[in-house]
């Protein structure tokens, strides 16, 4: 079994409020930044349709897109939320970096997928497959496909900011965890490195 005891402070949370406040200042900028670029992604493809002599296509007809719009709206709302939270000059409890750790993993992999199911039908869209007798769309409707791209890039840069968010978040929990202890010849023996 492993040994899970937080590390103690002289000072509940002194640390975390006076000596980590450039750290919360970089995280704060940082989901914000999510907030900007999801609201853009998602305006682009809200606004993504075309309609010429060969009929109209629209983001509302392809579920991938339905799906990208949707995890983008809930992207930057909880960007907005956890920035609010961030910001604030409070001690770090292990509910909340536990809280902070779960959501970050969760909305990291939900915009992920979402992009990169859109990055399939985009793909499927300028390409086309020859064995379903699915022809190339983007021939036809180029405009469509070409906001739909840049709305799906943004989408990848939004996984970029969350992955560097995982791996804050993730700092933040497991740092509040001491090293496990070295058994010597008493069951599990764990080497000691030596600087």
Request: proline content about 3%.
């Amino acid at each position: 079994m492993g040994d899970k005891r937080m590390k103690e402070s002289p000072i509940a949370g002194e640390d975390e409020i006076n000596g980590s406040t450039g750290l919360r200042t970089a995280e704060t900028l940082l989901r914000l930044l999510p907030v900007a670029l999801c609201v853009v992604a998602l305006v682009i493809m809200l606004k993504d349709s075309q309609t010429n002599d060969f009929g109209s296509l629209s983001y509302s007809d392809l579920g991938a897109f339905r799906y990208l719009v949707h995890a983008s709206g809930i992207c930057a709302g909880y960007s907005l939320l956890s920035a609010v939270f961030a910001a604030l000059p409070r001690p770090s409890t292990m509910s909340r970096a536990w809280t902070f750790f779960l959501l970050d993993q969760l909305l990291t992999y939900l915009i992920l997928v979402a992009g990169a199911i859109s990055t399939e039908v985009v793909y499927l869209a300028y390409k086309g497959d020859a064995s379903i007798t699915w022809s190339q769309t983007c021939g036809s409707f180029g405009g469509f496909c070409r906001k739909a791209t840049a709305s799906i890039a943004i989408t990848f840069i939004v996984t970029l900011c969350y992955v560097v968010l995982s791996l804050i978040s993730s700092y933040r929990l497991f740092s509040k965890y001491d090293a496990p202890i070295a058994y010597n010849n008493k069951g599990i023996e764990i080497a000691a490195f030596q600087t």
